[in-house]
């Protein structure tokens, strides 16, 4: 496995939305800190992130995380916590439990030889 030359983190890659100012991507980064170390096995460059809420601070506000990562699906997660915080964190864990699975899925397990190929170059298949 190759280390990433300049990795997403949060800081970097999170834009605010519908709902929220600028004046509220640092304290939303905050909140989100624990996602770095998920996200920096990928670009930066080819990483993004967008939180966005709808009808906030009303009964039935909606926040919405959007995850774009190059090569993969866009990743979406809501939550309906009527508290904001707490629907951070909740489309925060989420986007954490659906990383882990985009990349279990991507990544055989438990079969070491599909894991790590050994190059068969012809002179050294006789």
Same mark, same amino acid.
């Given at each position: 496995?190759?280390?990433? =030359?300049?990795?997403?983190?949060?800081?970097?890659?999170? !834009?605010?939305?519908?709902?929220?100012? *600028?004046?509220?991507? =640092?304290? /939303?980064?905050?909140?989100?800190?624990?996602? $770095?170390? !998920?996200?920096?096995?990928?670009?930066?460059?080819?990483?993004?992130?967008?939180?966005?809420?709808?009808?906030?601070?009303? %009964?039935?506000?909606?926040?919405?995380?959007?995850?774009? /990562?190059?090569? !993969?699906?866009? /990743?979406?997660?809501?939550?309906?916590?009527?508290?904001?915080?707490?629907?951070?964190? $909740?489309?925060?864990?989420?986007?954490?439990?659906?990383?882990?699975?985009?990349?279990? !899925? *991507?990544? %055989?397990?438990? =079969?070491?030889?599909?894991?790590?190929?050994?190059?068969?170059? %012809?002179?050294?298949?006789?």
């Amino acid at each position: 496995m190759t280390a990433v =030359n300049n990795p997403a983190t949060v800081g970097e890659c999170l !834009r605010v939305g519908a709902g929220f100012s *600028q004046g509220d991507r =640092n304290w /939303i980064a905050e909140q989100f800190v624990t996602l $770095d170390s !998920r996200l920096a096995g990928f670009h930066a460059d080819s990483t993004e992130l967008e939180v966005m809420v709808k009808d906030r601070d009303a %009964p039935g506000q909606k926040v919405t995380l959007e995850c774009w /990562i190059a090569g !993969r699906q866009k /990743i979406v997660t809501t939550s309906t916590e009527e508290d904001l915080s707490a629907a951070l964190h $909740d489309v925060r864990d989420d986007l954490r439990r659906k990383l882990d699975d985009a990349k279990t !899925r *991507q990544e %055989p397990r438990n =079969n070491r030889h599909l894991r790590s190929q050994p190059d068969l170059s %012809p002179e050294l298949v006789e």
